[in-house]
């Protein structure tokens, strides 16, 4: 949009920052690296909530890999040894869901069953039926905090992102295909690995197992070593 004001830079942007990330993904091979003979953007005929579903995706994984690499960096919950140099981050792992634990999708299923108004709010009483599903008091516990969590997403989400069961494409292909937009700016990153969190492979990484057990449906999680 800035082209026909401040041409010259916004080619050194688009050249620089944009492209080399476009060029390097494969799902964008309509680009050039002249911005003058791009043509200005088009809306499509039709809404892709794929499409969507895929870009919202990638903008939060991308923010939780910095996120999780600055943790590492710093040793996590562990306090670093004073004079001790930080340890070498060269290998990042994503835990990609299939599916969620058992328990979790019985609260969906749940949640599933009422409305919810043009706010996006749950009507009726969720709780009541939440603790009936799960008559321990500790596991009602647990169960509450992630439905508490879900429905904040379901406030800005909707619904039917909230509750799916499974993710509307395959994530790890999504994550394979877009290395090159996750790990731009990150150069110490010399190998990147998808898994699934239930495979064998996955269950073979050391020190991975709350890795492993956080990552759910569109919430991959991430691992350094």
Request: with cysteine; charged share 25%; glycine share 4%.
């Amino acid at each position: 949009m800035v082209n026909p004001i401040i041409p010259h830079f916004a080619q050194y942007c688009w050249t620089k920052y944009v492209y080399p990330v476009l060029k390097a993904s494969a799902n964008f091979d309509f680009f050039t690296e002249d911005l003058n003979s791009m043509p200005w953007p088009v809306a499509s005929a039709q809404h892709d909530k794929i499409a969507s579903d895929r870009l919202a995706y990638l903008k939060d994984t991308k923010g939780s890999i910095r996120l999780g690499h600055e943790k590492a960096k710093s040793g996590g919950k562990k306090k670093p040894v004073k004079g001790e140099a930080a340890p070498a981050l060269e290998k990042c792992i994503v835990f990609v869901a299939k599916e969620y634990p058992e328990f979790q999708k019985k609260c969906l299923q749940v949640l599933q069953g009422f409305e919810f108004d043009e706010n996006n709010m749950i009507k009726g009483d969720h709780v009541t039926a939440i603790r009936e599903t799960f008559p321990d008091k500790k596991v009602a516990g647990i169960a509450m905090k992630f439905v508490s969590f879900q429905l904040d997403i379901a406030k800005t989400a909707g619904k039917e992102a909230a509750l799916r069961l499974e993710a509307s494409f395959d994530e790890k292909e999504c994550i394979e295909q877009n290395k090159a937009f996750l790990f731009e700016n990150m150069p110490s990153i010399k190998e990147v690995i998808v898994m699934i969190n239930t495979s064998d492979e996955a269950q073979a990484v050391e020190n991975s197992q709350n890795a492993r057990e956080s990552a759910a449906p569109s919430k991959p999680a991430i691992h350094f070593c």
